[in-house]
Structures are given as C-alpha cells and as structure tokens.
C-alpha cells in the first residue's frame, strides 16, 4: 500500500502546477485590484460550484478509505491534501490540535462537495457547522461549543 500511497502523493504534488499565480496586492494597481473584484462578481453571479476534484483534477476515488491506511499513511496524505489546498489559496478550517489522520477523511469528502472558488485571494472551508451535537471533531476538539450563535 505505501507504494500506492507515495504514488498518490506524487500525484497530489503535481496537481499544484495548476495553480493560479498569485498577485501581491500591495503592488497591484487600482485598475488591477478593481478588475480582480469584477472578476470575482462574475464568478458568482455565472459560474456554479464545483466540486474541489474538479478544480485539481485528482478524483476522489483514488483515495484509498481510512480503514485500509495506518495512521502515518492517513497523516501522510492529509498533509499533501493540506499543502495541495495552500497551493490554491484555499485554507482548512479546523483545530490546530486534531490529529491529521483522522482530518483525512474529512478532507477527501470535502474533494466532492460542490465549492465555490475564487482563484484570486483566499478561500476557507469548514468542516464544522457550529452545532456542537454534530461536531466533526468530536467533544475533546470541536472549537465551536463555547461559541453563544
């Protein structure tokens, strides 16, 4: 399985060449940052959502189920799937402390989600939909049971 796994890594390593170049805003002019904002209007208003294999090209059924890795393997590719994400500006939400191999299959289900994706800026996605009862991260780690909605 680790051949497969490193394989996969691999894989996930050259799917960041298709990320977009980002711009330094601080050097951008005005003209640049307000076609940037046109840019991003557009992208609501016309484009729909699409699921995240779509934006790396790298389909989720590649990625073998949690019971079949050990947790350094699920660790392993969590942090690719986390670094293939920072490639495209797109950040995890989710607590500093929870363990990477069990973020894996939370990340993988995330990869058939639709997402809306803007290629300029940065893009969150949560795990967690500030119910406490429903937390993906259980008890010990869910970040949202001291928050008053």
Known sequence: MQKYINQLIEDLRAAKKYAPVQKDRLLMSDTEITE???EIDRI???E???PLHNIFGIDPIVFP????LTDKQAQQLAEEILALWGA???EAVYPGNF???KLYPLLIRKFKEPFMYFPAGQTGIEFCHYVPEECPFGNEFCMCKDINL
């Open 36 to 38: 940037e904002l046109e």
């Open 88 to 90: 495209f500006n797109i």
């Open 44 to 46: 609501i208003d016309e």
């Open 99 to 101: 363990p990477k191999n």
């Open 48 to 50: 729909p959502d699409k």
């Open 65 to 68: 189920p949690l019971e079949k």
